[in-house]
Antibody, heavy 121, light 108 residues
Framework: QITLKESGPTLVKPTQTLTLTCTFS??????????VGWIRQPPGKALEWLAL???????HYNPSLKNRLTISKDTSKNQVVLTMTNMDPVDTATYYC?????????????WGKGTTVTVSS | EIVLTQSPGTLSLSPGERATLSCRAS???????LAWYQQKPGQAPRLLIY???SRATDIPDRFSGSGSGTDFTLTISRLEPEDFAVYYC?????????FGQGTKLEIK
């Protein structure tokens, strides 16, 4: 059974760097095809895809946020970390990590429950 | 960037009725890399359909997806009470991957 759980601060100040951790079980980055992605959702708004990291260390970012995002993985800990620099109140959202399905294309078949981040001074 | 436009914004139907949700892409990437997700209040999205028409694991067969190119449809053949939620389409064939703005399916 695949599970993912997001963790990190609930409140950050403008200009600070956000660091979120996704801890998962039920799969491993040692397996070809595995990937974990991050998606966010501002309150009452639609979903926005952020970044994805693959088993082979390749990554894929939303170009509009690429200069602010870094995604990395720790295979031994079954974790993926997302950092976002220069946080702004518009970055207030629920942040989800999700498992990339084993197939053709980067769709996400299992999601974590999400973690809410508020950006405010 | 491919913009996905979902219609209608809100759909009011009764249990037992058929629901038809539309997702139109601003351009085609010819891949049919289109997914549908269901989201209930306070919950994470749940994958329903991938590759435009393939049902995800454990998804009831009353959910079906169709379409290609720029026009895609999610059909729920006979609504159950638990189907009332917000539905999002997502394209993952062209970067950046993008989501539609959602269709809220509410009980009439």
């Amino acid at each position: 059974q695949i599970t993912l759980k997001e963790s990190g601060p609930t409140l950050v100040k403008p200009t600070q760097t956000l660091t979120l951790t996704c801890t998962f079980s039920g799969f491993s980055f040692s397996t070809n095809g595995v990937g974990v992605g991050w998606i966010r959702q501002p309150p009452g708004k639609a979903l926005e895809w952020l970044a994805l990291i693959y088993w082979d260390d390749n990554d894929h970012y939303n170009p509009s946020l690429k200069n602010r995002l870094t995604i990395s993985k720790d295979t031994s800990k079954n974790q993926v970390v997302l950092t976002m620099t220069n946080m702004d109140p518009v970055d207030t959202a629920t942040y989800y990590c999700a498992h990339r399905a084993r197939g053709f294309g980067d769709y996400m078949d299992v999601w974590g429950k999400g973690t809410t981040v508020t950006v405010s001074s | 960037e491919i913009v996905l436009t979902q219609s209608p914004g809100t759909l009011s139907l009764s249990p037992g009725e058929r629901a038809t949700l539309s997702c139109r892409a601003s351009q085609s990437d010819s891949s049919s890399y289109l997914a549908w997700y269901q989201q209930k209040p306070g919950q994470a999205p749940r994958l329903l359909i991938y590759s435009a028409s393939s049902r995800a694991t454990d998804i009831p067969d009353r959910f079906s997806g169709s379409g290609s190119g720029t026009d895609f449809t999610l059909t729920i053949s006979r609504l159950e009470p638990e189907d009332f939620a917000v539905y999002y389409c997502q394209q993952y064939g062209s970067s950046p991957y993008t989501f539609g703005q959602g269709t809220k399916l509410e009980i009439k």
